[in-house]
């Protein structure tokens, strides 16, 4: 069946290093992809989505690239902030298939 | 923006009640969600519904039962609350159609059973 793998955390860096959260996806078709990032206390938000390979989605400095011939998409930053402290979860469409979530800790 | 609102972000609740969770969105989505959270876990599915007073079983309904009588809003029932229910609940909405429509996430209750 289909499944999502992401990298397990806890991930802490220093404020303006960079940041890779690795997933991994498993699916039958042409699945859309997505990142939801948890602040505390918050439910989950939208971060950024790619519906098809070779997409890039992006939004507040954060990327990633739907690449099919490795089944992944990993999110990047290239400077982290500590307003970027949060838990991340990659997800696949259709939404019921999410990683287990990925802690990040940026310290000053 | 799409507001989806649960009823309540913290509760307490004893073993054996009767426990109603509930979830109202505003943007008259087809899709309604229902997952628990726990740590390690990530998210899991218990119920989804696609219309009014439809629902499908997700990947952990033992324990739970869900009403959708109005089309905005989605109940979550704990028959006879057991301490293993002890989660935080998470609530989501989406369009219906296309399944690459994101979803839209409330706040959340953190339940716990005595």
């Known amino acids: 069946g289909d499944s999502v793998t992401q990298m397990e955390g806890p991930v802490t860096l220093s404020e303006e290093a960079f940041l890779t959260i690795n997933c991994t996806y498993t699916?039958?078709?042409?699945?859309?992809l997505f990142w939801y990032v948890q602040y505390p206390g918050e439910g989950l938000q939208l971060l950024l989505k790619?519906?098809?390979?070779?997409d890039k989605g992006s939004n507040k400095g954060f990327e990633a690239t739907y690449r099919k011939e490795t089944t992944s998409f990993h999110l990047e930053k290239g400077s982290v902030q500590v307003s970027d402290s949060a838990v991340y979860f990659c997800?696949?469409?259709?939404?019921?298939?999410f990683g287990t979530g990925t802690s990040l800790t940026v310290i000053p | 923006d799409v507001k989806v609102t649960q009823s309540s972000r913290y509760l307490v609740k004893r073993t054996g009640e009767k426990v109603f969770l509930e979830c109202v969105q505003d943007?008259?989505?087809?899709?309604m969600f229902w997952y628990r959270q726990d740590p390690g876990l990530g998210l899991r599915l218990i119920y989804f519904?696609?219309?009014?007073?439809?629902?499908e079983k997700g990947d952990i309904p033992e324990g739970y039962s869900v009403s959708r009588e109005k089309k905005e809003r989605f109940s979550l029932i704990l028959e006879s609350a057991s301490t293993n229910q002890t989660s935080m609940y998470l609530c989501?909405?989406?369009?219906?159609?296309?399944?690459?429509?994101?979803?839209?996430f409330g706040d959340g209750t953190r339940l716990s059973i005595l």
């Open positions: 997800a696949l469409s259709g939404q019921f298939y």
């Open positions: 699916a039958t078709g042409y699945p859309s």
């Open positions: 519904s696609y219309d009014v007073k439809m629902k």
């Open positions: 943007m008259d989505h087809e899709n």
């Open positions: 989501a909405s989406s369009l219906g159609g296309r399944t690459g429509q994101p979803q839209h």
């Open positions: 790619a519906t098809k390979a070779d």
